[in-house]
């Protein structure tokens, strides 16, 4: 784990006059990575609230105590919700989190034809497991609200069926895919993009067809073949480039 | 690691005829993830040079025996130098293949005030694990063509003295930082840019100060703090978008 830079907390964690006593990970991070001292300042957000921060009234083996305060917004979503061909177990550990960094407002982890039907009884895809990871991500970039995540185990009913109420219907939606000439172009902030984005070795025809079908327009990453934790911040970052 | 999507040779491991015998690795990989096959064609590249197929004429457990035949130019270069300061040897593991796999053409390992001094006695900056992580990304993406890699222990006398030669001279010179009004923006692929990408915690004043100083333009990537692993595709993705 690397250097979190954002402590995250739960509303009911904190008492009425904003204390917090806190154990197990956050503290060994705290006095072993952080290196806290009492009267320091940490930044602090509370899961799905504010962000402030937590003055360390006190520290030792048992606990660390902070008082805190919680005043700043997070900041905004990316307006992008990704439907996501579920990775490999291991890379799955990098996407997940650097989905929540940045700051996607939905995921939804699917089933397609180039997807090991393995993959579907990792731990990792254990909703606690995942919860771990987004936290990660928050911790990371400084944020404190979750994407949505689900899980579904075939994609057409997904995209028939829920598609359309899961995210804002008026969004632009979007098929990454090789062979395509139109590129990825940046999209105004003001409109909410949905990226339908493949496992490794891509969608094949069959859900291409699916998705175009339901109003997704294909577009080109280039020539390279990325994996999905280059992909994923690749595609975000064209996307929203320049807002 | 993950499936290669392209088998990488060196040109001197071909014979007259285009044949190459292929041991270790390249050949476990083969065997046990690829599945090959006799008859069967793998995609294959030549480093630094075309890229192509390998007909397989005979595959054991001792070796992998390929008819090669390269006659396509590999994908077009980002266009893109990268001044990187060093990442933590972790995260390092997982950003070099990213650069490689995104096609920059150069990237200069920097030091920094926030990059920790023991980073450079480490392992993984050993030229030939560093031309591993290369090789990696470039079976990823398809590609041939290394970005050239230096290590420079100083980043002053490197962005005074170096610089100048080391990019394109025409090149547009961008420093992502926080707090900058300037969102990054697309450039058009017929223009150079150089980025330099800081460390956990960003470049401290002096840094950005030295940057600007020789050109830099400060652009914002938003208000989240993006690890290494993320920000380079985020940062390439915002920069080629649209090309």
């Given at each position: 784990m690397g250097r979190v830079n954002l402590l995250l907390l739960r509303q009911?964690?904190?008492?009425?006059?904003g204390v917090v006593r806190l154990t197990g990970r956050r503290l060994e991070h705290a006095r072993e990575v952080l290196r806290v001292q009492q009267g320091q300042a940490l930044r602090v957000g509370v899961l799905g609230g504010l962000m402030g921060t937590g003055e360390v009234l006190s520290e030792d083996r048992e606990a660390l105590v902070l008082k805190v305060s919680v005043t700043l917004p997070p900041p905004p979503r990316a307006g992008v919700s990704l439907v996501l061909a579920v990775p490999r177990p291991k890379q799955l550990k990098r996407v997940i989190p650097a989905v929540a960094s940045l700051g996607v407002d939905r995921v939804v982890l699917v089933n397609a034809?180039?997807?090991?039907?393995?993959y579907f009884d990792?731990?990792?895809?254990?909703q606690e497991f995942l919860d771990g990871l987004i936290e990660l991500g928050l911790e990371q970039a400084c944020d404190t609200v979750r994407p949505t995540l689900e899980i579904r185990q075939r994609l057409k009913p997904f995209i028939e069926d829920e598609l359309s109420t899961w995210a804002p219907a008026d969004a632009l939606r979007q098929v990454p895919h090789p062979h395509t000439a139109t590129p990825l172009r940046p999209v105004p902030a003001s409109t909410h993009v949905v990226l339908a984005i493949g496992p490794d070795g891509g969608w094949v025809p069959f859900e291409i067809e699916l998705f175009v079908k339901h109003g997704f327009q294909p577009v080109s990453l280039g020539p390279r073949v990325l994996r999905g934790e280059v992909a994923v911040p690749a595609v975000l970052g064209a996307v929203r480039a320049g807002t």
């Open positions: 009911e964690e904190l008492d009425p006059e034809a180039r997807v090991e039907k393995s990792s731990k990792v895809l254990a």
